[in-house]
């Protein structure tokens, strides 16, 4: 058996081989022998088999121990499951050698103080840093190869005037693998689906990726939109690693469809307003060459069509805020190492890896050769925007600390992350005209990363007029919009932090905050009656859920009260000294200091106003048991984006239960599930026993919490646990509603008369078709404050994407805790469609319903979407931690 299955192997592997006559040359060239290749380091040749992440990290290890003289291996971040995400750092000789210099005076171009004499004089003398990305999507797997054939053309060829003028006038800094946990879960996946020869059927199992694939890092992110939000490890170490190169072009390398053939830049409209002419400019310059290199070797592309750049957290936006030429480029996919496209043609992957080499051998070129263009201009980007910052009447922005503490201090840090110089006052303060009692923190625009700093923290970023005339001409022609993501991203909205802008402010008082270094909290004292920690942000959840998995006691009102002085908002949790063990007070001080949030100490139980303690207003809370609804039919970046804000921002552990698993669960062990975002085939994964199951859970005390598409199945006949329904396009034409004195027998209508093309375009509507798509934008919401779901809200805000809409829910059924605004305060930011304005008014954001003796909440769009609506944050705790108070 074991020499029958070697012999498949051998004849398999024999078959891969020569699969392709090519070894590891991409094009022709004179290699240096003494410079190990791919096979010869991990026994196949480039393009011939899919290299996993292992392999790549021990090749280029290989390299660097063959040419140390040239290249310098660098280790950035750790993915969640361990794996190191490294550079390739590769230059002449002599640039290696004084890569320290090189940074220093990179960093002085980058910094925008220079003299226009001294800036030139740097730019005459500094090579060029070119930042080449792969494989962000681990699933799109012919640019990690594609990384490594050009980390070895660049080491071994020899005698080539185009590799030796990249050598020696720039620095090629190659990320080969930026989503190590993907790749290996897409490797793992391809490699057990494999048979006697690859396969070119896209429906054949090596093409089909079972769930979660292999797109999403550990946590099922996508990683090409976490670039702002720096949720995850592998995101965080990269932008630190560009801060420190200051790159002048960076690519971010893809796949697409099998169908597609290239792209590259020029990129799409819409454009973001921070990217200049001169950054379009040097897209077309690349462009053109890229065109050269693929006319030459019968590559066929293409350019502008889609892929646009107005999103800053996108791998081809953030780094171009910051003033480098950053672009996307995407292979058709051959998702495997053959497939065959829909005109017939076979794609393999030797020509996916081969076209990658190609354009980013192709940029490389570009810069080497304009290595002097490309300097200045980036040294000018940073030096205007410095400028262009200290004109505006917007100049600083100033946040309010006094209410969500420790959520303006996470936000502090993500900023000093991304290189935004921070400040920060303790204590009373004033700024634009405005007492901050507990101090603020403060971003001057007027920094050489201004445009990007403008871009994440305005109220919004202006769409293209004449882009999105023909958006809604598209719209009125029956064809979708051309936006790629969303249209509003505000950093302070989605933080629900408050903000005031103004042209002037004195900072001599306020001091840089450190990456890493967030407020102290004072250390409490010994207090007679208990410790009080507020519910008014996501930190002081996580205190509590602490506290709670500590085994104290604390116990919780919906109503606010008085202590002293101070006034307490709804959901506070108060641990009393009474009934918990002697070391609450020294562990609530660890705890407390750790987190950065706050306790109280309480020396009597007496209350000014509101209830007392002892009331049956206040109610006990236990750390909830959590289940999430994991696996086929859920969407894996949400149900990831779930699991990590309760794991890794409120510290609550989580179980992922399969969908098809639910149904034989003992869900009685849990006090909450959640169903994220679903597909269609939600209900069908599920199953009658599970549907059964989960109402059952709710009947006998659960709480049952569904996002966005899940309400399609909550609402359902088969579920029928939440009493509303999806909404069809709004209309205010009578005729478009009904098929009024239709005599269907004879298949006849009553007679019409259509006098205007509004009135054609009204009578062929289809009356059940679904509002028009919204493309993201930021709205406001109205907030039941009676209700204890909206503890710790005054306001807040919703991101809101797709096209559902649901009917509010009648009183006599539950409660519309959080609605949308009336139309004309609805839009916070972004672009929303006008028929839609109207009819999301009023309707419900978030959604409580009683069944038995447990609780349905809705919500009809996420709350935890790519893990950067940190303001609702507080919102799903009041779901999982005080919802089960509640019920029963």
């Known amino acids: 058996m074991i020499r029958w299955v070697f012999g498949i192997f051998t004849f398999f592997l024999s078959f891969v081989i020569a699969f392709n006559a090519a070894s590891q040359n991409m094009i022709e060239a004179n290699y240096d022998s003494k410079i190990p290749t791919l096979l010869e380091s991990v026994g196949h040749s480039n393009g011939d088999r899919i290299t996993s992440p292992a392999q790549a990290l021990s090749y280029l290890n ?92 660049l080491l071994a060829a020899q005698d080539d005037p185009i590799v030796n003028t990249i050598l020696k006038d720039t620095i090629v800094i190659i990320d080969p693998v930026q989503n190590p946990d993907g790749r290996e879960r897409f490797v793992q996946s391809f490699e057990s689906s494999l048979g006697l020869e690859p396969l070119s059927d896209r429906y054949s199992a090596e093409h089909d990726q079972p769930w979660p694939g292999g797109r999403f890092n550990h946590y099922l992110f996508d990683l090409n939109r976490d670039w702002f939000a720096v949720s995850q490890p592998e995101t965080r170490g990269k932008i630190k690693a560009i801060l420190e190169w200051n790159p002048v072009v960076v690519v971010d390398a893809h796949e697409m469809d099998g169908d597609e053939t290239y792209f590259f830049a020029p990129a799409a409209k819409p454009f973001n307003p921070g990217i200049t002419d001169k950054q379009r400019e040097k897209q077309f310059l690349l462009g053109k060459n890229h065109a050269d290199w693929f006319d030459k070797y019968g590559i066929e592309y293409f350019t502008r069509e889609i892929f646009d750049q107005f999103y800053p957290g996108y791998g081809d936006m953030w780094p171009t805020l910051n003033g480098a030429i950053a672009m996307t480029y995407e292979q058709g996919s051959a998702r495997g190492l053959l497939y065959k496209r829909s005109n017939g043609e076979e794609l393999t992957y030797f020509e996916s890896v081969k076209n990658h080499f190609i354009a980013t051998l192709s940029t490389a070129e570009v810069v080497a050769k304009n290595r002097n263009l490309f300097l200045k201009d980036y040294a000018n980007y940073r030096a205007s925007t410095l400028k262009e910052g200290q004109k505006s009447n917007n100049r600083y922005f100033v946040v309010d600390r006094s209410k969500k503490a420790w959520d303006v201090d996470q936000f502090a840090q993500r900023m000093v992350l991304q ?12 700024f634009c005209g405005q007492e901050y009692p507990k101090g603020a923190v403060i971003i001057d625009q007027a920094q050489p990363n201004g445009r990007l700093i403008k871009s994440l923290l305005a109220d919004s970023t202006p769409l293209p007029k004449d882009f999105m005339a023909e958006q809604e001409s598209r719209r009125d022609r029956g064809l979708p919009h051309e936006l790629y993501d969303v249209t509003a991203w505000s950093i302070p909205m989605m933080d629900g932090l408050s903000v005031t802008t103004c042209k002037s402010a004195d900072l001599s008082e306020a001091a840089l905050i450190k990456l890493g270094e ?85 020396e009597s139980s007496w209350v000014e106003d509101g209830p007392n303690f002892g009331s049956n207003e206040f109610k006990y809370l236990k750390l909830p048991k959590i289940a999430l609804a994991w696996g086929e039919g859920t969407v894996p970046t949400e149900t990831g984006a779930t699991r990590f804000v309760i794991e890794r921002y409120l510290g609550a552990p989580v179980t992922p239960i399969r969908v098809k698993t639910l149904g034989r669960a003992t869900l009685e062990d849990y006090d909450v599930i959640i169903l994220p975002q679903t597909y269609s085939n939600f209900s069908y994964v599920l199953g009658d026993t599970g549907i059964e199951a989960l109402k059952t859970f709710v009947s006998n005390g659960g709480v049952l919490v569904g996002f966005d598409t899940a309400l399609e199945t909550l609402t359902s006949e088969n579920f029928d646990l939440l009493s509303t329904s999806l909404e069809t396009a709004a209309t205010e034409d009578e005729n478009n509603k009904e098929d009024k004195g239709a005599n269907k027998e004879n298949n006849l209508v009553p007679g019409t008369v259509i006098k205007t093309k509004d009135d054609y375009k009204a009578a062929i509507t289809d009356p059940e078709k679904n509002p028009d798509s919204v493309p993201g934008v930021l709205v406001n919401t109205i907030i039941d404050t009676d209700h204890w779901l909206s503890a710790g809200y005054e306001e807040a805000s919703a991101l809101l994407r797709g096209s559902n809409i649901y009917q509010p829910l009648n009183e006599a059924d539950g409660t519309n805790v959080f609605s949308y605004a009336g139309p004309e305060e609805l839009l916070k930011s972004g672009y929303l469609w006008e028929e839609n304005r109207r009819q999301l008014a009023f309707k419900p954001f978030v959604m409580a319903q009683p069944h038995g003796e447990g609780i349905v909440i809705g919500f009809t769009q996420s709350p935890v979407t790519r893990a950067y609506l940190n303001g609702l944050t507080l919102l799903l705790a009041n779901a999982i931690v005080l919802g089960p108070a509640h019920t029963g």
Do not use: C
């Not at 290189?419 to 004033?430: A, D, L, P, W």
């Not at 519910?535 to 085994?551: F, H, I, P, R, Y």
């Not at 006691?553 to 009474?578: A, L, M």
């Open 419 to 430: 290189g935004i110089n921070t400040h920060q006052v303790i204590g009373s303060s004033k």
């Open 518 to 602: 967030t407020p102290k909290i004072p250390s409490i004292s010994k207090a007679s009656f208990g410790y009080a920690i507020p519910w008014s942000d996501a930190g002081q959840a996580k205190l509590v859920l602490a506290a709670l998995s500590e085994g104290f006691k604390g116990k919780t009102t919906d109503k606010s009260f008085t202590v002293g002085d101070r006034e307490y908002p709804r959901g506070t949790t108060i641990f009393p000294v009474k009934g918990n063990p002697e070391n609450l007070v020294s562990r609530l001080n660890e705890i407390s200091s750790k987190i950065g949030a706050e306790v109280v100490p309480m």
């Open 62 to 153: 290989n390299l660097q121990t063959s040419a140390p003289e040239s290249m310098i291996i660098n280790s950035y971040a750790k993915s969640w499951q361990g794996r190191d995400l490294v550079t390739a750092i590769i230059s002449s000789p002599e640039n290696i050698e004084r890569l320290d210099e090189i940074k220093a005076d990179i960093q002085k171009l980058a910094d925008g103080n220079l003299s226009p004499e001294d800036r030139k004089k740097l730019v005459i003398n500094t090579p060029a840093v070119t930042w080449l990305s792969y494989g962000v999507h681990g699933d799109e797997i012919s640019s990690t190869d594609a990384g490594l054939s050009l980390a070895y053309h």
